[in-house]
């Protein structure tokens, strides 16, 4: 792993927190936030674009490596996490690793919730009463 590569990631990253933002309160604003529209709106369209960059990476584009960190890494890691997660599931389903990738999104679903719902719960421990 090279500085330069690093400096890709955390340069694509920036850009791509705030390009989540902006997208989250423009989709916030036009349909509510009643239902996590903006939320879902920035992983389908990460994962669509994490998509269309990993089936051109692998069939006709050579990115450099500095280059591949600071989008899909950098860029769409920071415009959503839930890209990489989709990544990972195509490239088991890539490999017919079927079982493999239904187990994954399983326990990606079921432990991330849990993980959130367990912060939840140590806080309010170490909280106590007052929250």
Known sequence: MSFSTIIAVAAGGAVGSV?????????GHWL???FPYATLTVNVAGCFVMGVLA????????PSPELRALVM???LGGFTTFSSFALDVGVLAGRNAYVEAGMYMLASLVL???G????LALVRAAMGPSL
């Not at 390009?19 to 989709?27: F, I, N």
């Not at 959130?116 to 912060?119: D, I, K, L, M, R």
């Open 116 to 119: 959130f719902f367990s912060g």
């Open 19 to 27: 390009g989540r933002y902006l997208a989250m309160a423009a989709v």
């Open 73 to 75: 890494v950098g860029l």
């Open 55 to 62: 089936e051109l990476a692998a069939l006709a584009w050579s």
């Open 32 to 34: 509510g936030t009643g």
């Open 112 to 114: 991330t919730v849990a």
